[in-house]
C-alpha cells in the first residue's frame, strides 16, 4: 500500500476533480504490475495496472489507495474490469466517499467471490487526496485564502503598487500552489487594479483542459473583455449580480466567458451560492486571492477553511491597504483563529500555512 501511495503522489497527474489513486498488483509476494491515475478522463489506476499485467493479472491481489469505482463516469466501472481479469483479492486504503460509489464497489467485488479488505494506511490517503474529501463532505470546494503581504499585513503600498512584495522563490511556490487548486478566485477591484492572468507558470507544466479556472467576482462587470483574466487558454468565470448590464454580459459570452447571475447578500455576491455553483461544476478546491473585501467576506461569512500568507522581511507603514478588509471585529474573543500553523522558508520570504477555526 505504501507503493501505490507512493505512486498515486509522484505518478498521479493533474486529475483533479478526480482523486489521486495508486495501484499495485501483487501474486505470491511479487509485484505484477502498477499503475497510477495520470490525467482526468484518461484510465484509472486500477486499469493501467491491469493493462501492463495482461493475463498476468488472473490470481492476484490489488492493493489500491481507494475503492474501485462502480458507475460510468468519464471511463467504465473498474470493478468490472477486475471482475473480468481474475483478481481474487482487493486491499484498499479507504472507501471512497463520493455518493455514487460510496461502499458499491466493495459490494459488488464481494458479490463477485472477491476478498476485500479495507482501511490499510487509511490516513495518508486521505491526507493525499484531503481536497476532494473535504469537498465531497462539505457539498461545496474547500476555501484557501492566499495573500502576498509585509511583516505588517499590507497587500501594496499607500501609492497602490503591489509588484512585487515577495521574490522569485515565493512567486514560484504561489504557481505551485496554483497548479494544486482547481479554480483561482479574485473580486473585481483586483482585477481592474492588477490586472492579474491567474495563470500556472511553471516549466512542464501540461494541463490542458483550461484548469484550474479563472474565477472573478464582479456584480457590476466593471472589468472590460480585454484584461488579461479573460486572454489565454484557461477558462474564466464570472459571477455578477442580477442587475449588471446585459449588454456587457453578452461581450464577455462572446470571448467564451461563462456568466452566472447570483442574488446578493449584504450588498455582496452571494458566496453560498458561488460555491454551490463551483461544486456542481466539479471545482474541489478554490484558491481566493483577493482583495481585502473578497477575503473579508470569506471570513465573515466562515466560508474559509485554509490560509496561505506569504510574508516578506518588509515594513510599509501608513495607510497602506492590509489583506482583511471590511469592518472588523470589536472583542478580540471573537477572532478568527489559525490552528496547526506551519512556517516554511522561502529565500528572504516565509510562507505561513494554517487551518481556520470556524
Known amino acids: 500500500m505504501k507503493r501505490a501511495l507512493a505512486l498515486a503522489q509522484t505518478q498521479g497527474g ?26 482526468y478522463g484518461g484510465p484509472h489506476a486500477e486499469i493501467v495496472a491491469l493493462k501492463k499485467a495482461g493475463s498476468k493479472a488472473r490470481g492476484t491481489t490489488l492493493y489500491v489507495t481507494l475503492e474501485p469505482c462502480s458507475h460510468y463516469g468519464k471511463t467504465p466501472p473498474c470493478v468490472d474490469s477486475l471482475i473480468k481479469a481474475g483478481v481474487v483479492k482487493v486491499v484498499a486504503a479507504m472507501k471512497d466517499p463520493f455518493p455514487l460509489v460510496a461502499g458499491k464497489g466493495f459490494a459488488i467485488l464481494k458479490k463477485a467471490g472477491i476478498v476485500v479488505q479495507n482501511g490499510v494506511l487509511r490516513g495518508e490517503t486521505k491526507k493525499l487526496n484531503e481536497n476532494f474529501i473535504f469537498s465531497v463532505d462539505y457539498q461545496r470546494p474547500k476555501v484557501i485564502l492566499k495573500v502576498a503581504m509585509t511583516l505588517d499585513g499590507k497587500i501594496a503600498t499607500v501609492s497602490g503598487l503591489s509588484k512585487w512584495i515577495t521574490g522569485s522563490l515565493a512567486l514560484r511556490k504561489v504557481h505551485q500552489l496554483r497548479s494544486s487548486v482547481d479554480a483561482i478566485l ?8 492588477d490586472n492579474p492572468s491567474l495563470t500556472v507558470r511553471l516549466p512542464n507544466y501540461h494541463r490542458k483542459d483550461g484548469w484550474p479556472l479563472r474565477i472573478l467576482l464582479d456584480s457590476k462587470l466593471q472589468v472590460k473583455p480585454v484584461a488579461k483574466i479573460f486572454k489565454g487558454f484557461s477558462k474564466t468565470l ?9 449588454s456587457r454580459e453578452k461581450a464577455l459570452r462572446h470571448k467564451g466567458v461563462q456568466v452566472f447571475r ?10 453560498e451560492v458561488i460555491l454551490k455553483t463551483l461544486y456542481s461544476l466539479s471545482v474541489r478546491s478554490v484558491l481566493v486571492e483577493g482583495g481585502a473585501e473578497i477575503h473579508a467576506s470569506f471570513l465573515r461569512e466562515k466560508l474559509a477553511d485554509e490560509l496561505a500568507l506569504f510574508m516578506a522581511p518588509k515594513i510599509f507603514g501608513g495607510p497602506a491597504p492590509g489583506w482583511v478588509g471590511g469592518t472588523g471585529i470589536l472583542n478580540p474573543s471573537k477572532a478568527w483563529v489559525a490552528l496547526h500553523t506551519n512556517v516554511e522558508k522561502l529565500g528572504e520570504d516565509y510562507l505561513l500555512t494554517a487551518r481556520l477555526r470556524k
Do not use: C
Open 238 to 246: 464570472v459571477f455578477t449580480s442580477p442587475q449588471a448590464s446585459l
Open 186 to 193: 479574485v473580486g473585481s477591484r483586483t482585477a481592474l487594479l
Open 14 to 39: 493533474y486529475v483533479s476533480p478526480n482523486p489521486k489513486v495508486g495501484a499495485v498488483l501483487v501474486k505470491n509476494g511479487k509485484i505484477v504490475a502498477e499503475g497510477a491515475h495520470q490525467q
Open 262 to 271: 447570483v442574488p446578493l447578500k449584504e450588498k455582496m455576491l452571494s458566496l
